[in-house]
């Protein structure tokens, strides 16, 4: 996704719609801003501490489906899967 946009006189920028729905963004949503060696800039969301990555991994489904297990749960479950992976081959 590529669009030009410009720079106010307050030295501001607004993002376009498709990028703010993409990144499913909303009002107060903070960001980092980093300027790389070739002068492009990189916009990304920023996550300030564990409970907002915690809120923003139980959105994978994945995570959503294992979350109520305990780390050795999973590991035991993981197991019983591959153990019958290889019986059945």
Known sequence: MTTIIT???KNQITLPVKFVKHLKLSAGTRMTINLL???????EPFVSNL???RKNMLKNPLVKKYSKYSVDKIIKMAGQK??????DK
């Open 7 to 9: 720079v106010s006189s």
């Open 37 to 43: 060696d070739d002068n492009s800039l990189v916009l």
């Open 51 to 53: 409970l907002e990555i």
């Open 82 to 87: 591959e153990a019958k992976r290889i019986a």
